[in-house]
Every structure is written in C-alpha cells, then in structure tokens.
C-alpha cells in the first residue's frame, strides 16, 4: 500500500520548526494541502508562505485552540485526511530539587494534552472525510527510561500508550492511528542536552531520517503501532512482548 498524498488535507501541530516543519515540506511536495499550527507566528507564517499553506496560531494544551485548527482546516479546504500531533517541549525540570510545577504542566500540556485534544479534535473531521490517519510524534523515551529528563518520558510514555489503546476504537471508522518515535533528533528541543549527548557519543538523527520514517508509516497498513528512529537501524514498529495474563486456579 502506498499512502496517496497529493490532493489530502494534512494538519500538523508544532509545524514551524524541527520535525513538523520538515514533514511540511515533504507532504507539500508530494501535493498535499497543509494548515500549519504553532505558537511561533514569526516561522509559521513564513514557512506557509513559503509552501502555500494555511498557518493559525495553535497552542495545543488549550483544547479550544486544536478545535479551531481543525476548524480552520475544513472551512479552508473542505475535509482534514492526515492530522500529525508533533507539537513537543523538554520539561526542563526534574521531580527533586529543580522540579518546577509550572514547567512541569507546561511538559505535560503540550505533550501529552496537545496530543489527546488533538485526537478528539480530528476525530469527527476525519469520520466526515470517510476515514483518516492520526500520527502522534512520541520518541524513544516513550519506550525507554530517559533519566536526564524523566517527566518528558512519562508524557512520552502516555503517548505510546494513548496510540497502542486507541488503534481498536479508531479502526471502526476509518481512522488509524501511529506514533512516531525518535531518539535524539536535530532539532530545538535537544538544545540544553546537546552537549551532554555529544559528550556522551550519542549520535544524533538527522532530521530527514525521521521524515523518511514518517513516509513509510504512512505507507503501511497498521494501526497502534510505535516506529522506532534510531541511527544506523532500519525504522519498524518496535516488537513489544505481550503482558503475562492471568493464571487461573486448577480445578481438580
């Protein structure tokens, strides 16, 4: 199955900068219509400007704010086929000493809220479409523990487990849903442990590995799935073991 992008409607959250902005482009150019949301107006005008897209002001931990994304996607476009929740932020906080409750809901709204209003918000835009695909951008510290950082691996965590508990609700309608997980990638929101990954030998992604990703996510069949981007690996959904189940007493 190839993913038929040209003349689809796409939504993307965090479409500015980094991971969103570089799927922009990619979608764009295989003629996708976009509607471009974030909080950075400055590079969200100019980067629609740029590809003929649709850009409104979004900041995803406010429900009513992914509403009117979507809403702004369909009274400009008529339908919404492709909604990618990547809006994201490093907490900037641990849970001793540095904890900080306001970057700690701030980590929390963006990453974990934006994506559950983002999801709700799609949803009936989607059904109206015939069907769609949600793709949620988790990480790797949705699959593993991230000590440096370990309220951006809860949120991540939820998130993985939000799509992987989702896939069978959504599969009725139409709609399926994925999580895209990168390790350490190129963009902004390394930029306070680039030095410690660097010091570490921790390679870092190049962007474009993850759009790649992200194309042959698209690409696929499945639903509930978490696709690993790791350097030197080939990207797939990432196996999980399944959980031992209930032993039930013998009857002699």
Same mark, same amino acid.
């Given at each position: ?117 983002? =999801? ?39 998130? =993985? ?49 993850? =759009? ?41």
């Amino acid at each position: 199955m190839t993913y038929r992008t040209e003349g689809t409607v796409a939504l993307i959250t965090g479409g500015a900068g980094g991971i969103g902005a570089a799927v922009a482009r990619r979608l764009a150019g295989d003629g996708a219509r976009l509607v471009l949301a974030d909080v950075d107006d400055d590079a969200g005008t100019a980067l629609a400007a740029e590809l003929g897209a649709l850009y409104t002001h979004c900041d995803v931990s406010r429900p009513e704010d992914n509403a009117a994304a979507v809403a702004a996607a369909t009274e400009r476009y008529g339908r919404l086929d492709l909604a990618f929740l990547n809006a994201g932020v490093a907490s900037g906080c641990g849970l001793g000493a540095d904890f900080d409750l306001a970057r700690y809901r701030r980590a929390m709204g963006i990453n974990l809220d934006g994506v559950v209003f983002g =999801v709700n918000a799609a949803i009936p835009a989607l059904v109206a479409s015939g069907g769609g695909t949600i793709v949620a951008t988790a990480s790797m510290a949705g699959i593993v523990g991230i000590p440096h950082d370990p309220i951006y691996a809860a949120n991540k965590h939820a998130v =993985v487990g939000l799509v992987r508990s989702l896939a069978d609700n959504l599969k009725p309608l139409g709609i399926r849903v994925q999580a895209l997980c990168p390790s350490f990638a190129d963009t902004a929101i390394i930029a306070d442990s680039r030095s410690m990954l660097e010091e570490m030998g921790f390679p870092i992604l190049d962007v474009s590995e993850v =759009v790649d990703t992200f194309v042959r996510l698209l690409d696929g069949e499945g639903t509930g799935e978490c696709w690993f981007v790791i350097p030197g690996r080939e990207s797939e959904p990432f196996g999980f073991r399944r959980a031992p189940g209930p032993r039930l007493a013998r009857k002699d």
